[in-house]
């Protein structure tokens, strides 16, 4: 795993530890929750979501020097950045999932 296929797999653990710290800073009862992890959770998921679109352009930019011949990059590293930009949107594609499951599941909680 190179680095950035590495920074993805950071990124997603710190979602796993904000959420779980999220799970501990709710209180019952009408006291205000402050919503300072708003940001820092769509910062997380925009740089996320960056480093995605990096891999896919990245995967993009080799096939093609391959499909032209260039002897600098081989298939190889074209395959491997492929499925590395792959899994990485599949991640993606997951979260995107999991999000959407709990907005469903909040919105039919009964007030």
Known sequence: MDIKG???????QAF??????LSGDVQTG????????QSDFSQLFKQAL???NGLQKNSSELA?????????VSLA?????GQKASI???ATVQVRNKLVEA????????V
């Open 16 to 21: 796993a530890r904000q959420a779980r710290s």
């Open 30 to 37: 009408p006291a205000q929750v402050e919503n300072t992890s």
């Open 77 to 81: 590293q074209a395959m491997i950045a």
């Open 6 to 12: 590495a920074g993805l797999y950071q990124e997603m």
């Open 88 to 90: 990485a949107f599949e």
């Open 64 to 72: 093609t020097a391959v499909e032209l011949g260039d002897p600098k």
């Open 103 to 110: 907005y469903k599941e909040v919105m039919a909680m009964p």
């Open 50 to 52: 960056n480093t995605v």
